[in-house]
């Protein structure tokens, strides 16, 4: 059994995504981001940067993981799948989740920091950021190409990848033209498990949504 500590946010979801495309068994617990869970000497015994989400997994002696795709990454390793085990497919899907980690996250998460919550207008930051996720967001059209997933089959760099890019809306960034990418967006929420780990933890008020979810989680 795997514990998750987790908030519904970008990088919560890519973890509650990944675990329900591997069908893992797991509980959930509700890391509070605004009450301040995530800097508690519980949680930061788990991950001193006092950041979601982490990982127990109970089958390897209570191992504790930090950071969304270093969670992905482990996963993927412990199940033997979405992500190959050898060869240019296996660095490739590393190098697209790299691309989130460096790229996608923080110059989207600057974008929304700026449009959303900055207590002053800074119209040369928003301009900046707002520009190069665009540009990033380019940069996935023009590898999608011709191609159904980021690498040459579904992986976790899709799921690292797409559970930012689709609350782009937030951060007021535009994805009109980039047709490669609107389509690879459209597959990745037809799939039911990436709609399920959506709901976890589902957001605070819609604890009905547990219902929803798939037999392989409880929470707590």
Known sequence: MIDLYSSPTPNGWKVAMALEELSL????????????????????????????PVIVDHEADDLVIFDSNAILFYLAEKTGKLLPKEGFARAEVMQWLMFQASGIGPMQGQAVAFERYFPEDVPAAKKRYHNETRRLYG??????????WLSKEFSIAD?????????????????????????????????PACERGLNIP???????????????????
């Open 202 to 220: 589902p957001t605070p008020g819609r604890a009905d949504a547990v219902k929803s979810l798939g037999s392989a989680m409880t929470t707590t």
């Open 25 to 52: 068994p797991y509980t959930v617990n509700y890391i509070d981001l605004a009450a301040g869970d995530q800097h508690k000497p519980e949680f930061l015994a788990m991950n001193p940067n006092g950041r979601i």
């Open 139 to 148: 940069v996935l059209d023009t590898q999608l190409e011709g191609r159904e």
């Open 159 to 191: 799921i690292s990848n797409w559970s930012w890019i689709r609350s782009h809306r937030w951060a007021r960034v535009p994805t009109e033209g980039l047709l490669n990418l609107e389509r690879w967006m459209e597959q990745l929420r037809n799939r």
